[in-house]
């Protein structure tokens, strides 16, 4: 036995001697230290001096593993063959819990947390620091579910086959599933130079020790597996007195929080979620590929071609949905860029409702006490996380709308500047208030009549568009010349009773209002031209 001490606890020490005389390896410089007050985490493994670059930190060899070939041992063929992968092997976690020191594994046993704070574990109380975030009780509560149905399945065959089942509670088997989220890794390592062949090569395992090293994803480290062991490698140098990190990957909060049962503040990797509406047929023909489905915002997505919180994709699928079939012509198979103006300041103003209806399931600033507990302190650090990620959306989506403004065709600025126009509306509908035209029914006809008139007197800037005489549009031109047009031609003649105010005039602008138009969102704080119709003439 090593004289060597790893740690003043003694549970950690033993656990230390334990590992060393089963062939495993600890640095010289490093040790167990006790959980820092209000940590997140656990032990830690620190050092007491500087550890080099590229130096083997820890090794576990795969005798010392827990992995499925050994729950295979464990239980009868009947009980392998009925029970899932994954039961099987929490039910091996929990037989050798309940051999205490018979078990090889009791010196590692001793030091596994028997409770943990990912979601399964919260209180109600708990629970309500993740409301609005896409980790939700509804997920807690199918995980969980999920568990016990298999567990109870799992307890029933042991019950059959005559063995005493009174130890394998609920909370134990909970326990041992926490465990192998937490702490388990890849079931490739411990055949890394082989073809997967089977199923069972991909089930998680438990390294002892490996797993005692905390995340930080940041760390530059490499797992090096061999045929007879796992070892981790620094790949910067350890200061004296530092912990020493894992690197788990590229983890956000909602993965970290429901697997391992903490959260990092400032996450690099932290997303938030976005469920996009259905296409219809003739849509997904423009998108080229089905819709992902789900869709990940998170800062990590801006790059120098794509400077936007949104992914590509996202964005993609979006132009599709909000353009006119006048634009749709103009996507391409697989479209990166709006098919106009118009369409790009409607795309946002369609993720700008969706983030809005997100934004308000969250908690009202404030509505909630400061956390009492660790769990709620890391639910708040990925809620806090979530809300950032939709904000910084919202005010994106609110720059690239008020961005785009400027040339718009607006008709309560045109009204509130006077003018010949406004006072020829005036003259014909009684007044020149935009609130009043739409309370009486009369702002779209006047809306069209303004988009007329600028083609007519100033064409070199506002053009509109040709289209298709279509037989029902044009009946709806005509319609609206025979019945309007005597009476303010008769007015206003020096607006509308000049020449150029024909039917297929009127037609165009009818049909530019009708597709070419965006409405404003009125409930929406910080926008230029909130409530209004305008009309973007390219």
């Known amino acids: 036995m090593s004289t060597r001490v790893f740690s003043t606890d003694e549970t950690f020490n033993a656990f230390g001697q334990w590992l060393i005389s089963h062939g495993g390896f600890i640095h010289e410089s490093l040790s167990f230290a006790p959980p820092e007050p209000d ?43 009925n029970t899932t992968q994954h039961a099987a092997l929490r039910m091996f976690l929990c037989l050798e819990w309940l051999n205490g020191k018979e078990s090889l594994w009791w010196p ?16 109600d109380e708990d629970l309500k620091y993740l409301q ?39 909370e134990l088997y909970l326990c041992a599933s926490t465990v192998f989220t937490s702490r388990s890794f890849p079931g490739k390592l411990m055949n890394w130079d082989r073809e997967i062949l089977h199923e069972d090569d991909t089930m998680p395992v438990l390294f002892p020790l490996i797993d005692s090293l905390n995340h ?24 004296a007195g530092a912990e020493v990190y894992n690197n788990y990957g590229p983890k956000p909060n909602e993965e970290l ?18 469920k996009p509406p259905r296409l219809t047929p003739s849509q997904l023909s423009l998108l ?24 590509p994709s996202l964005l993609s699928l979006i132009y599709i949905l909000t353009s006119t079939p006048s634009e749709a012509t103009r996507i391409s198979t697989h479209p990166a860029k709006p098919a106009s103006k118009r369409n790009e300041i409607s795309a946002h103003i369609t993720l700008l409702h969706a983030l809005l209806r997100k934004y308000q399931n969250f908690p009202a600033p404030n509505s909630l006490p400061p956390p009492r507990n660790s769990k709620q302190a890391s639910a708040k650090i ?70 007329c008139y600028l083609s007519l007197t100033q064409s070199d800037l506002f053009k509109l568009p040709a289209c298709p005489p279509e037989e029902e549009a044009m009946e709806s031109a005509r319609q609206l010349n025979e ?20 039917v297929e005039l009127l037609h165009r602008g009818m049909k530019a209002y009708a597709d070419m138009g965006i409405q404003f969102p009125r409930e929406v704080e910080g926008l230029a031209l909130a409530g209004e119709y305008a009309v973007c003439l390219e």
Not at 108 to 123: C, G, W
Not at 216 to 239: C, E, F, H, R
């Open 39 to 81: 940590s997140q985490y656990g032990s830690r493994v620190v050092t007491s001096s500087d550890v080099p670059p590229n130096s083997r930190l820890v090794s576990c060899p795969h005798t010392l593993t827990i992995n499925y070939t050994k729950a295979c041992s464990a239980f009868s063929a009947d009980f392998i063959s």
């Open 108 to 123: 590692y046993l001793r030091v596994l947390p028997r409770e943990f704070d990912t979601p399964l574990y919260f209180s």
């Open 132 to 170: 609005g975030c896409n980790l939700d009780i509804t997920e807690v509560e199918a995980r969980k579910a999920v568990w016990k149905e298999e567990f109870e399945a799992a307890v029933a065959i042991l019950q059959k086959e005559g063995h005493d089942v009174e130890g394998y509670t609920w």
């Open 216 to 239: 930080y994803p940041i760390t530059k480290i490499t797992w090096q597996p061999s045929d007879t062991s796992l070892s981790i490698i620094s790949g910067a140098g350890v200061l």
């Open 257 to 274: 929080l429901m697997g391992y049962g903490f959260t990092l503040p400032e996450n690099p990797f932290d997303s938030v979620l976005l």
């Open 288 to 311: 080229g590929e089905p819709p992902t489905g789900l869709y990940h915002l998170t800062r990590r997505n801006r790059t120098p071609e794509n400077p936007s919180i949104y992914p």
């Open 382 to 451: 990925y809620a806090d996380s979530q809300r950032s990620i939709v904000l910084s959306a919202i005010a994106e989506s609110k720059g690239v709308i008020n961005s785009r403004t400027a040339s718009l065709v607006r008709l309560p600025a045109a009204l509130a500047e006077g003018g010949a126009f406004a006072e020829a509306i005036e003259a014909c509908f009684g007044s020149a208030d935009e609130e009043e035209l739409t309370e009486a029914g009369h702002d779209d006809t006047v809306h069209i009549l303004y988009l």
């Open 483 to 502: 019945e309007l047009f005597p009476i303010v031609a008769a007015v206003a003649p020096e607006v509308f009773g000049r020449a150029g105010w024909t």
